[in-house]
């Protein structure tokens, strides 16, 4: 964007700091903004008609997110929260079609991204009707590691650049806390991983991507 064009679209957006643990907004409440994650990451949860919480996606910064309005529905489908400290940028939902029409590249953008999400929503439904439970853990990391992946300081592997609990990842994978914590006992033991208190280094990605193609 030009100068001019930026400084237009920010005119008319609001800045908020997200704490820890913090939602944005709520499931079910009626849509009348979109966001954009500058800073933090967030983690999309939905609560199921039968009162199973699942976590849906992980927002990275750069990402737009509450955007109901292309899910043609006026309640934002899930609740965002704060994984660590985030600051998000938000309009109203009515400076939209102004904003698409001075800068086009938004909308291709935004089509974009939903594509992305719908892509990566169909093959884990694939995964959850198809895979082993091992299997299922071992795609959801690679993807953190390929979404949020740090390379550690000392070397020793690829660290998930935000808390992440074996809850969120059983969350994630339609699993329960006592199946993950038994595969990440074991790919410890096996070096494919390390663990720590909300803190996770992939140590073998070789190794994790075989575990994950059930070899």
């Not at 964007?1 to 079910?28: H, K």
């Not at 190794?207 to 193609?213: G, H, I």
Request: hydrophobic letters at 40%; a neutral charge.
């Amino acid at each position: 964007m030009a100068d001019v064009e930026l400084e237009r679209m920010l005119a008319r957006a609001a800045m908020r700091r997200i704490p820890p643990g913090e939602a944005v907004f709520e499931q079910g409440q009626k849509a009348t903004q979109f966001f954009l994650l500058l800073h933090g990451r967030l983690k999309v949860t939905q609560v199921t008609a039968e009162g199973q919480q699942i976590i849906v996606r992980v927002v990275h910064p750069g990402d737009l997110f509450g955007f109901a309005q292309a899910l043609q529905r006026d309640d934002y489908p899930g609740t965002p929260i704060a994984a660590a400290e985030s600051v998000v940028i938000c309009w109203p939902n009515e400076v939209w079609a102004s904003i698409v029409e001075q800068n086009p590249n938004l909308a291709v953008n935004a089509m974009r991204t939903i594509g992305q999400r719908l892509q990566e929503a169909h093959t884990r439904i694939r995964e959850m009707s198809t895979e082993e439970v091992e299997r299922r853990v071992a795609h959801a990391v690679l993807r953190l590691m390929d979404q949020a992946g740090r390379r550690d300081a000392d070397g020793d592997g690829v660290h998930i650049d935000f808390p992440l609990t074996r809850q969120d990842v059983a969350e994630m994978t339609g699993t329960t806390l006592h199946t993950v914590s038994r595969l990440f006992s074991a790919w410890e033991s096996q070096g494919i991983v390390k663990g720590g208190r909300q803190k996770l280094l992939i140590r073998d990605r070789a190794r994790l991507e075989a575990l994950a193609e059930g070899q």
